[in-house]
C-alpha cells in the first residue's frame, strides 16, 4: 500500500539512450511533480501536473517530456540521454489548494546513472 | 529570485546534546515555510509547516520557529536515529512550487 511509487529504482544507460521513468500516486492527489536531485543533494523541481495539466514546466532541457494519463500517474520520458544528467529523480504528490502544495509525498526516487 | 540557504551544511551531536539548524529565506511574498527529513536512498517526508512569523510547531524532539527572515529546527536531547538530512523549502504567494534549501546532514552518534 505504498503511497507514491515509482519503477525503475534503478536505471543504468549509455549516453544517447531513451529511458522513461513511472510513478504512481494511491493518495487521490490532484497535483504531482518531478524533481531532480544532484549529487550535492539539491532538489529542484523540474514539472508539476495538476489534473493531467502541465502547471509548472521549469527551465529543462526539451530532451525531458512529462505525460499524465490520468490524475494518478506522472510518467517522465528522457531522450538522448547526457551524462550531466545522472541523478535521482523524484516523483511527488500534494493535496488540492495552494497552501497544501507544499505539503508533498515524495517516492523513493529513481537512480539515474548515464555512462 | 527566492532564495534558501541552510546552516550548517553538516552538523555532529552527541546524544542528548540539543542544537538547532537554521533556514534563511529569500522570497517576496511567503505563503509557507515546510521542512521536511530526508534518510539515505529515500525520498523527502513531511515535517512540518509554518505559515506565519512566530508560529512554532513541534514532534517529538523536534520544533519549528519562523521569523520574517528565518526558520529554526531546534532538535532536543537528540537519539541516533533523528540522523538524517533535514531540508527547508519555501512557497511563493504566487507559484505552486517549492524551492528547497541545500540541507543540513545530521548525524546523532550514541
Known amino acids: 500500500d505504498t503511497a507514491v511509487s515509482q519503477t525503475p529504482k534503478y536505471l543504468v544507460t549509455q549516453m544517447g539512450n531513451d529511458k522513461s521513468i513511472k510513478c504512481e500516486q494511491n493518495l487521490g492527489h490532484d497535483t504531482m511533480y518531478w524533481y531532480k536531485q544532484d549529487s550535492k543533494k539539491f532538489l529542484k523541481i523540474m514539472f508539476s501536473?495538476?489534473?493531467?495539466?502541465?502547471?509548472i514546466n521549469e527551465t529543462v532541457p526539451n530532451r525531458f517530456s512529462p505525460k499524465s494519463p490520468d490524475k494518478a500517474h506522472l510518467n517522465l520520458h528522457i531522450n538522448s540521454l547526457e551524462l550531466g544528467d545522472s541523478a535521482v529523480y523524484f516523483c511527488?504528490?500534494?493535496?488540492?489548494?495552494?497552501?497544501?502544495?507544499?505539503?508533498?509525498?515524495f517516492g523513493p526516487g529513481t537512480r539515474l546513472l548515464v555512462l | 529570485e527566492d532564495q534558501v540557504t541552510q546552516s550548517p551544511e553538516a552538523l555532529r551531536l552527541q546524544e542528548g546534546e540539543s542544537s538547532s539548524l537554521n533556514c534563511s529565506y529569500t522570497v517576496s511574498g511567503l505563503r509557507g515555510l515546510f521542512w521536511y527529513r530526508q534518510d539515505p536512498g529515500k525520498g523527502p517526508e513531511f515535517l512540518f509547516t509554518l505559515y506565519s512569523a512566530g508560529e512554532e510547531k513541534e514532534k517529538e524532539r523536534l520544533k519549528a520557529t519562523l521569523t520574517k527572515k528565518e526558520s529554526f529546527l531546534h532538535i532536543t536531547a537528540p537519539k541516533p536515529e533523528d540522523s538524517a538530512t533535514y531540508l527547508c523549502?519555501?512557497?511563493?504567494?504566487?507559484?505552486?512550487?517549492?524551492?528547497f534549501g541545500t540541507g543540513t546532514r545530521l548525524l546523532v552518534s550514541p
Open positions: 511527488a504528490s500534494s493535496p488540492p489548494g495552494l497552501a497544501a502544495s507544499g505539503t508533498q509525498y
Open positions: 523549502a519555501v512557497l511563493h504567494t504566487g507559484f505552486q512550487k517549492l524551492v
Open positions: 501536473y495538476n489534473n493531467k495539466e502541465l502547471i
